[in-house]
């Protein structure tokens, strides 16, 4: 199991807080949710599916959570085709590039 951290989910409404987590619950690689001070965990499995793992890129992107490079850990050669094309919505924000300096 991997955890995944969502760090200060900001929530505009009850019904808001409700549907993230209700979504949450929909992906099938979600295990289990924690949380802890103003994270939530969720713990995922090793390998996610492709519709658990859109599901969790959506997730993100859509509460703008911080930390999406979480889920560059899920890329294998089955996925890698989709998952790092570089026209993708989420790319920058999962593989950022690395500055020669650093």
Known sequence: MISIFCNRVEFYSQNDEASFFDFVGRIDAVDS???MGDTI???????????SLRDLLA???RYRLPKMTQLSQFK???NQKWFTDTDAYWHKKVFPVKSKNA
Do not use: M, T
């Not at 965990?41 to 996610?48: E, G």
């Open 76 to 78: 294998n050669r089955k």
């Open 59 to 61: 997730l993100f992107h």
């Open 33 to 35: 949710i924690a949380g």
């Open 41 to 51: 965990h969720l713990h995922v499995v090793d390998q996610p599916s492709e519709e």
